[in-house]
């Protein structure tokens, strides 16, 4: 007796097929993003370092702590946000070659997960600045 497996449709397949292409173009699109942003956090230092030797500061002790706080900031956060990116890629890869594949919506997820993550950069960014300031 032959086991019984299920029949494949080909349009399922197709779509899901479409599916896995827009995860990938998602996914590109993530890490162009956070590879801009970790190139800012590094070209931030360089940026400010210009400035500071054509306009000198009161303190760039200081001033250099600050810029390293926000460099390194930015850097960890484009690295977040792309280990985010690569979990939810793989999710959705996995959930696809499920035999029984519906489609749930992480929309909100991961908005969610966006606009946290930007409002504790700005935080941790805030603070910096506020530390500096202060100690001036």
Request: net charge positive.
């Amino acid at each position: 007796m032959i086991p019984s497996q299920k029949a494949t449709n080909i349009t399922n397949e197709l779509a899901k097929e479409r599916n896995r292409a827009a995860a990938e173009r998602t996914l590109t699109s993530w890490i162009q993003n956070c590879l801009s942003l970790i190139g800012f956090g590094i070209a931030f230092d360089r940026i400010f370092n210009a400035l500071n030797e054509s306009i000198p500061k009161h303190n760039p002790h200081i001033a250099m702590q600050l810029t390293h706080i926000i460099g390194l900031s930015a850097i960890a956060f484009g690295i977040f946000l792309l280990v985010l990116a690569m979990i939810g890629y793989i999710i959705k890869v996995k959930s696809l070659e499920q035999g029984e594949y519906s489609y749930k919506s992480t929309y909100i997820i991961n908005l969610s997960v966006f606009v946290v993550s930007v409002i504790l950069f700005g935080l941790i960014t805030l603070i910096a600045v506020f530390t500096v300031t202060s100690s001036q």
